[in-house]
């Protein structure tokens, strides 16, 4: 039967302006229209929806080989393993989840090189000494895995999922209502799945496929209705994002089929500890590797374009920059007529000052030169007893006025602040360059 592109919403009572932290209070859910396929699979019923399954695959299908032992949770993922799925990892010291703020090109890019932060970096340690499922300094988490696959730019967490006014309640809970991109989400849990597949027999659903970001590596998994049933009884409530047939979805060559051979994807002479097209911090050596120097003698290094500086390759092949001004970068090796691929990166440019104002709100203030400040978080203490240490809990989206004015005024929600209260708190700001989204530094604040 040929596929319906009639798109399906969640209409609110009253109207409102797209993404923000205010919901309507009840909601009629229009039922999107069921076509399967020959083996009783449901097919996508827009193109929106579509994009989210695609996307979901690119995180799942990742296939890739690490050159040397990968962090994860509790161990590692041996040197030389075929992995399938990106690595899991709370990654909030930085908020360097993947493929949300770091690209699948610079994941993949810093598994070439058997010094980058990927396979050095064990953010359990110091300086960072993240508690809980954190290990590698990239990977992704539940929330990430789903945001990415709705196109969500903005990072949130699971209480924020199930108040942010894009996700509607399906109302009633009936598996029978189950369609393909919603989203199954436990506080008591703490975790969020997607619906990526349906079959049915019979018109009844008899199987769904879930999609999730899970330790050691993202997978997708197909669950009868009873298992899917009784994961209510562990408070699981299934949610409609509501401009799901706003998704879109970026085809890349080297994601999201099994078995794809890298080789050539990525320079052979050189990588950053970051990996290719990263965001590095203004505080920080930029540090590249020599893996293979060839005939090559010297490395040119460019600002903007502009070459600044020749000089010979060090003895130890580390090539350490030092802190860099903030800008646009490459990097070649050369033998003076041929030069090799270059490596890229920038170095941001970010500033960001927070100052109670009363009532329990904090005016965030954020400038940067090369970047675009687009949230903000509030986020627990390395003292705080509460959760874990550098816990973003709650995300306030930085609105272009807001860019304009140079601040925004954030309030902690009700539930947070009922549950945890006011007092020290500390912020940051995720601030996007077209190499991703980096984070600023925690700024503290006693909250009142």
Request: glycine fraction near 8%; aromatic fraction near 12%.
């Amino acid at each position: 039967m040929a596929l319906s592109l009639t798109a399906f919403c969640a209409k609110p009572e009253f109207e409102e302006d797209g993404l923000g932290i205010v919901k309507p209070q009840h909601y009629i859910i229009e039922e999107p229209p069921v076509f399967s396929d020959i083996d009783g699979w449901d097919i996508p019923a827009n193109q929106g929806v579509r994009n989210v399954l695609l996307n979901a695959e690119q995180i799942v299908n990742l296939s890739y080989t690490p050159i040397r032992d990968l962090y994860k949770p509790g161990g590692v993922i041996g040197a030389g393993s075929n992995v399938n799925g990106l690595v899991y990892s709370s990654t909030r010291a930085e908020d360097l989840f993947c493929p949300n703020n770091v690209s699948f090109w610079t994941f993949l890019s810093s598994l070439k090189n058997p010094n980058s932060y990927l396979y050095t970096v064990d953010i359990t340690e110091p300086p960072y000494s993240i508690r809980g499922t954190a290990r590698a300094i990239y990977g992704q988490v539940c929330t990430q895995f789903v945001q990415y696959a709705l196109g969500i730019k903005h990072n949130f967490q699971i209480h924020q999922m199930t108040v942010w006014n894009g996700f509607d309640t399906v109302k009633p809970q009936d598996i029978e209502k189950l369609r393909l991109g919603d989203v199954l989400t436990s506080e008591r849990k703490g975790h969020t799945r997607l619906v990526t597949g349906i079959r049915r027999e019979e018109g009844k659903i008899v199987e769904i496929a879930i999609s999730e970001g899970v330790s050691p590596t993202a997978k997708r998994t197909v669950f009868s209705v009873s298992e899917i049933v009784g994961s209510f009884d562990e408070g699981y409530v299934f949610y409609r994002y509501r401009y799901i047939g706003k998704t879109k979805h970026e085809p890349l060559p080297f994601v999201g089929v099994e078995g794809v051979d890298y080789s050539g994807l990525f320079p052979d002479e050189i990588m950053p500890r970051r990996g290719d097209k990263a965001n590095w911090r203004k505080d920080e050596n930029v540090v590249i590797d020599v893996l293979s120097r060839n005939s090559f003698t010297e490395y040119n290094l460019y600002k903007d374009d502009q070459l600044i500086l020749t000089n010979k390759i060090p003895e130890s092949d580390v090539i350490d920059l030092g802190i860099m001004p903030y800008g646009d970068y490459k990097l070649c090796l050369t033998d003076g007529v041929k030069d090799s691929r270059c490596v890229y990166w920038i170095v941001a440019d970010y500033s960001i000052k927070a100052l109670p104002i009363g009532g329990g709100k904090v005016k965030v203030h954020f400038s940067s030169r090369n970047a675009t400040p687009i949230w903000t978080t509030w986020r627990t203490t390395k003292e705080s007893s509460y959760n874990y240490n550098d816990g973003p809990l709650w995300t306030t989206v930085i609105q272009d006025y807001n860019v304009q004015n140079g601040y925004v005024v954030t309030e902690l929600d009700e539930y947070n602040r009922n549950k945890i209260g006011l007092g020290l708190w500390e912020f940051k700001v995720a601030f996007e360059t077209k190499y991703g989204i980096i984070s600023s530094d925690s700024y503290p604040v006693t909250v009142c």
